[in-house]
T-cell receptor, first 118, second 117 residues
């Protein structure tokens, strides 16, 4: 099956710094990528949808200026957590979807990035 | 707005028992997708199944089976002869149709399944 990678897998940073998380589709082109966050022992919440070459669409309640998403190529989307604070500590997971053909296009999840803000 | 309810927060059974994980969903759309994912302690999501709203056929894959009933908006998951390796958190999810694929997923809160040896 298709592979989606995330980098880094774990990151620890100090409060006030910015952290960038990369999501890559390794063997397919993803016109659409999704970002989720998961607090400990909780469900996954969709944060935003990004389409290659256009601005991301954020879910209600997600701060656009806090979570910057860039989908500059068909294989890479980045999530930047700006001025991170301890409450931003979470598990961030991306998924990538192939094209927009008439047939169903599967979504493939990355392995996740665990962010800890001290 | 769509919603997925997994009422069972945690289930604990002894190995070899059968166990059913419940999932009830809400949506106003007629075209949608339903999913089950497994999340082991490592955190990586493992895809188990996808169903579209027009396909109510039940499915069996080895020890796993799924019962999709639109009349009750349910998509339940049964593990037969459970094994310790089945221990994980299981998520049911719902997605709207969007241009040839599923939109971003709405997840239930998950059921923590514990299989005791």
């Amino acid at each position: 099956g298709a592979v989606v990678s995330q980098h880094p897998s774990r990151v620890i940073c100090k409060s006030g710094t910015s952290v960038k998380i990369e999501c890559r589709s390794l063997d397919f082109q993803a016109t659409t990528m999704f970002w989720y966050r998961q607090f400990p022992k909780q469900s996954l919440m969709l944060m935003a949808t990004s389409n290659e070459g256009s601005k991301a669409t954020y879910e209600q309640g997600v701060e656009k200026d806090k979570f910057l998403i860039n989908h500059a190529s068909l294989t890479l989307s980045t999530l930047t957590v700006t001025s991170a604070h301890p409450e931003d500590s979470s598990f961030y997971i991306c998924s990538a979807r192939v094209g927009t053909a008439s047939s169903y296009n599967e979504q493939f999840f990355g392995p996740g990035t665990r962010l800890t803000v001290l | 707005a769509q919603k997925v309810t997994q009422a069972q927060t945690e289930i604990s059974v002894v190995e070899k028992e059968d166990v059913t994980l419940d999932c009830v969903y809400e949506t106003r759309d007629t075209t949608y997708y339903l999913f089950w994912y497994k999340q082991p302690p490592s955190g990586e999501l493992v895809f188990l199944i996808r169903r579209n709203s027009f396909d109510e056929q039940n499915e069996i894959s080895g020890r796993y089976s799924w019962n999709f009933q639109k009349s009750t908006s349910s998509f339940n998951f049964t593990i037969t002869a459970s094994q310790v390796v089945d221990s994980a958190v299981y998520f049911c999810a719902l997605a709207m149709y969007s241009g040839g694929g599923a939109d971003g997923l709405t997840f239930g809160k998950g059921t923590h399944l514990i299989i005791q040896p």
